[in-house]
């Protein structure tokens, strides 16, 4: 038996350890354990905090989906405060929200997780002229046409195509070629490049793969351009409570949202589908192919057994969520669990997630293997109700900055373990695809909105591709990966949709995008809750915040990552990210590229789950940005 230890398995915000226990003789993993090795302090910073300056703080819990945690937050105060939003301000947000979405899971395949599937090293032995071939091929094959329905056109043709000629590719495979005959592999080093399974593609696959990925570094940045003219900037865009800071008119030329502003977010929509529809799909479906071909559907662990999705795009305004508006007008009603999809549709089971399922004990988050401690006789906690009192007890051997191996049968993880009715369940775009197909089939979805009809035809063509049902390909690391892919594919729809619906409504003469009602503090109860949900790149998020007296008394995030990445619960078992390593088969135990591929088709990002300190646990800096007092640094 070999005891593996990846530390740290993550290729952006390295918080992450897992270990896992191989039988050398099988390559079946026979235990693991994942674990956040940072704190995650931003809940105490909350304490006593303007709860309408929330979102500003809480998005810094993260450098990649700020908006996503901004938009929780707002989504919370307005819930506790009984705000409801303008037309444009919900359209706006949702704008944001499938921005950063189509932004997200492009970076995620090409730069954080395509190095786990094709080599820099391999394309050195491709063809350039059959490579020009296969892009062709793969753009004739793998494109799936699915648009929104009734959507504008305002481009006479697409201006972002991959490129298909020998001398390109020629290019590339010589830019490539240097770099590695330098011996400095830089953003292409410490990888497994002699592991067998950089073998199952060709090389002309390795070559096209590695320049796209070139070509996205540059091309990510202009996606998120919408967040700019809505949001002031991004990373960290700005919101207010009660909509938008972002005043509208078509008459004014320094206006933030004009005619010539509004032109350019559709510029960023438009590059969104262009890129998603010539590059992304036809890349992964070629790589997915060819695994699936292989016989490669392990890996797919909690999404056999249980999912979770909260639903996402509100189509126009609601009263609330804890009063249930939210649910009643959701474009993707995927807001339930489905248990036992692994067992094939007849077996599995889908409940409906509702209000009373976000607002009382049915979430709850244990502490059981986690590096906090709840007070005497509490063993779950409702976020409402949620304590954030850490203390770490150290690893089972090794010092506090050396771990060797961590307590299993302790405490293991900064994260702790959120539970739906005492169950883990895994989130993400493999749920809500999971959740809406179980749906359908069952005929829970007898009228399927635009978007939730595209999911199922997506589904559909990728299985036609495959040559397997969705039940079986789904639930698998390929299924992880690829319903990333389909679920850029329909943001970027999602995007378009609410951008002429946005279009619509100014051209009405409606440019109201708050509503300032409450944002007097004496307006508001003198105690009240909210929450705010929200379906984030990597699955189900909800902020919950409990205000007294004017300030935030209690705040609390179940993130993503928690979710997927949490440490098992004594009564409930493992969470997402230990079982789909348990279910996945390892050739060489001292370079496990099994492990790291399934765990990073999660795209886990920790910075959420986490936060940081330095090796002994001191404070280091202390950074006022207070406008009036000036920037002072505390050492």
């Not at 032109?263 to 060819?290: C, F, K």
């Not at 007294?548 to 409930?572: E, H, L, S």
């Not at 370079?591 to 936060?611: G, N, Q, W």
Request: hydrophobic share 40%; net charge neutral; proline share 6%.
């Amino acid at each position: 038996m070999k005891h593996v230890v990846v530390d740290p398995i993550t290729r952006i915000e390295g918080h992450l350890r897992v270990e896992v226990q191989v039988d050398e003789a099988t390559g079946k993993v026979t235990d693991a354990i994942s674990s956040g090795t940072a704190w995650r302090g931003l809940e105490l910073v909350m304490k006593d905090r303007d709860p309408r300056d929330a979102w500003a703080y809480i998005q810094r819990i993260c450098g990649v989906c700020t908006t996503a945690h901004a938009l929780g937050s707002v989504r919370a105060v307005e819930d506790a405060l009984g705000i409801a939003i303008p037309k444009n301000a919900n359209y706006i947000r949702n704008i944001m929200a499938a921005t950063l979405t189509v932004q997200d899971h492009i970076v995620h395949f090409y730069h954080l997780h395509a190095l786990d599937w094709v080599s820099p090293v391999e394309a050195l032995a491709a063809d350039a002229i059959a490579t020009a071939n296969l892009q062709n091929t793969l753009l004739g094959a793998y494109k799936l046409p699915f648009r929104a329905p009734n959507t504008s056109t305002t481009e006479a043709y697409e201006h972002d195509f991959p490129a298909a000629t020998p001398q390109y590719f020629e290019q590339i495979k010589g830019k490539v070629k240097a770099i590695v005959e330098s011996g400095q592999l830089g953003i292409f080093s410490a990888n497994w490049w002699d592991h067998p399974d950089y073998k199952l593609l060709p090389p002309e696959v390795h070559l096209l793969a590695v320049a796209h990925y070139l070509e996205m570094l540059d091309k990510q940045r202009e996606l998120v351009t919408p967040h700019v003219i809505f949001g002031g900037k991004n990373p960290h865009p700005h919101y207010v409570v009660g909509g938008m800071p972002c005043s509208i008119s078509l008459d004014d030329g320094n206006a933030p949202v004009n005619t010539a502003r509004l032109e350019i977010v559709d510029r960023a929509i438009n590059m969104g589908r262009s890129l998603v529809n010539n590059y992304y799909l036809p890349d992964l479906l070629a790589i997915g192919a060819a695994y699936v071909k292989a016989g490669r559907v392990d890996g797919g662990g909690m999404a056999k057994t249980c999912v979770l999705g909260y639903g996402s795009y509100p189509i126009e305004g609601y009263t609330g969520t804890s009063d249930g508006g939210f649910f009643k007008n959701l474009l993707i009603r995927c807001n339930g669990v489905v248990e036992d999809f692994g067992k094939g549709l007849a077996a599995a089971k889908f409940t409906e997630v509702t209000a009373e399922d976000v607002t009382t004990e049915n979430i709850t988050e244990s502490v059981d293997h986690a590096w906090y401690e709840y007070p005497a006789g509490k063993k779950d906690l409702h976020p409402w109700e949620g304590v954030t009192a850490p203390k770490f007890t150290g690893p089972k051997e090794g010092t506090e900055t050396n771990w060797k191996a961590l307590n299993e049968s302790g405490k293991y993880s900064w994260l702790k373990t959120p539970k739906w009715k005492g169950k883990l369940c895994e989130v993400g775009p493999l749920a809500r695809y999971i959740i809406i197909y179980t749906k359908a089939k069952k005929g829970l979805l007898p009228e399927p909105s635009w978007a939730e009809q595209m999911m199922l035809d997506q589904l559909d063509a990728v299985s036609k591709v495959l040559g397997l049902a969705p039940e079986v390909w789904l639930p698998t690391m390929v299924g992880r990966t690829a319903a990333r892919a389909l679920d850029a594919q329909l943001n970027a729809e999602i995007n378009k949709f609410f951008f002429d619906k946005l279009i619509a409504n100014i051209k009405s003469g409606d440019t109201k995008v708050a509503n300032s009602d409450k944002w007097d503090i004496n307006t508001w109860p003198k105690e009240c809750k909210g929450v705010g949900i929200y379906e984030a790149p990597r699955g189900a998020l909800s902020h919950y915040i409990h205000i007294k007296d004017g300030k935030t008394f209690n705040y609390q995030c179940i993130v993503p990552t928690t979710w997927n990445a949490c440490p098992r619960d004594d009564n409930a078992g493992n969470g997402a990210y230990e079982m789909a390593m348990k279910d996945t088969q390892v050739k060489v135990p001292d370079k496990p590229l099994e492990i790291v591929k399934v765990v990073r088709s999660f795209d886990p990002c920790m910075a959420c789950a986490t936060h940081m300190f330095n090796a002994k646990g001191e404070k280091i800096n202390v950074i006022t940005t207070d406008p009036y007092s000036g920037t002072r640094v505390d050492k």
